[in-house]
């Protein structure tokens, strides 16, 4: 029988820079959703409370007033505590920095990246994890490629065009399970994704979650994701 995870780190401190002008006055994680009214943030915590989670830190930085008012303005559905770095840690100095407030380090962790919109069972992927007994599990996507493609034969005749047809490779989705463990090898400072995972690749103890068929994934990267994404919502 699993335990799953009932905390969760979001590293909501980006600069958002390609979504300007909507993050001029507000991080990345604030910007709405047209046609929602809630921002990406929102959606998060919602999703993370329908998955069992009661207790969130959320790694502020770029504008983290703006985050924290709108966190203690709102009816939330968990209990969120937000930090702020005093000096930039890097990626995976922040996380560090962000799970040492979970409220019980002894016990395995989510932790999603502030601009993610995505639906999918993290206690599926939970459980993935737990019957791997991995030390870090990450979600996969297979994203669409934004341009259209075009198909040929052996000897070079174009057979078909096909538009914006997904991706032959999976991607890191932004979405993870940690257990304990996974939190002392975080650097103090720099890219846990240049040094902890690859390590951890190595010795095996690195695992990937393709996300289920039809789950809804999108990295709100650009005020085009932001279109994209309110089409797809209008089609569901």
């Known amino acids: 029988m699993h335990t799953f995870p009932t905390q969760a780190v979001i590293l909501a401190g980006g600069q958002g820079s390609r979504l300007r002008p909507y993050t001029d006055d507000r991080p990345k994680p604030m910007v709405e959703i047209p046609g929602t009214g809630t921002p990406i943030i ?21 504008l983290a007033e703006v985050l924290q008012e709108w966190l203690a303005d709102a009816v939330l559905p968990l209990r969120v505590t937000t930090v702020v770095e005093s000096e930039p840690l890097g990626r995976g100095g922040g996380l560090k920095y962000a799970a040492a407030r979970l409220p019980a380090p002894d016990e395995p962790w ?31 996507a297979r994203p669409r490629i934004p341009w259209g493609a075009v198909e040929t034969d052996a000897f070079g005749h174009i057979t078909d065009f096909i538009e914006a047809p997904p991706s032959p490779y ?3 989705a932004g979405v993870y399970v940690f257990s304990p463990a996974f939190t002392g090898l975080l650097p103090d400072r720099g890219d846990h994704e240049r040094t902890t995972f690859p390590r951890l690749a190595r010795e095996r103890r690195l695992a990937g979650y ?12 650009t005020a085009k994701d932001l279109t994209e994404a309110a089409k797809e919502l209008d089609g569901r």
């Open 42 to 62: 929102g959606h998060q915590l919602s999703w993370l409370a329908a998955e069992g989670v009661t207790d969130a830190v959320v790694s502020c930085g770029h």
């Open 110 to 140: 989510y932790a999603t990246n502030g601009d993610i919109w995505t639906r999918f069972s993290l206690r599926e992927m939970a459980a993935f994890h737990a019957e791997r007994d991995a030390t870090a599990t990450l979600a996969l």
């Open 170 to 172: 999976l991607i890191n």
């Open 210 to 221: 393709p996300l289920p068929h039809g789950a809804y994934w999108r990295a709100i990267d």
